[in-house]
């Protein structure tokens, strides 16, 4: 069975930090696809960064120089720091296993990207709250 468990979300004033993690078991994440998306209330899911099985990163324009997303495969971990927070990056964020869909990630044109979700090998977490005020 596998298992996506998010981590890390909580409230930070505007200009602060954070580093959500996503702890996988069932799933070994070395030679995959992995990202962080995001969703704010009454909006639809979108990608947030992808790293791909070569280690290669890719961000949504609105977080570079922001975010970094990582990984260790020891721990089959993913993690994404995220650094001078704004209130518009509010939102639950999600990990994401080989679900890089073009349509919650048009900004991604790399390898990993998907029409559709392959239900034997796409995965999504259960999502962890970050909140931002100003």
């Known amino acids: 069975q596998v298992n996506l468990v998010e981590s890390g979300g909580r409230s930070v004033q505007s200009g602060g930090s954070l580093t959500l993690s996503c702890a996988i078991a069932g799933y070994t994440i070395s030679s995959r696809c992995m990202a962080w998306f995001r969703q704010a209330p009454g909006q639809e899911r979108e990608g947030v960064a992808v790293?791909?099985?070569?280690?290669?990163?890719t961000y949504r324009d609105s977080v570079k120089g922001r975010f970094t997303i990582s990984h260790d495969n020891a721990k089959n971990t993913l993690y994404l720091q995220m650094n001078n927070l704004k209130p518009e990056d509010a939102a639950m964020y999600y990990c994401?296993?080989?679900?890089?869909?073009?349509?919650?990630?048009?900004?991604?044109?790399?390898?990993?990207?998907?029409?559709?979700?392959?239900?034997?090998?796409?995965?999504w977490g259960q999502g962890t709250q970050v909140t931002v005020s100003s």
């Open positions: 994401a296993a080989n679900l890089i869909l073009r349509t919650l990630a048009p900004w991604y044109g790399g390898d990993c990207a998907r029409a559709a979700r392959d239900p034997e090998s796409g995965y």
């Open positions: 790293i791909e099985n070569d280690g290669r990163t």
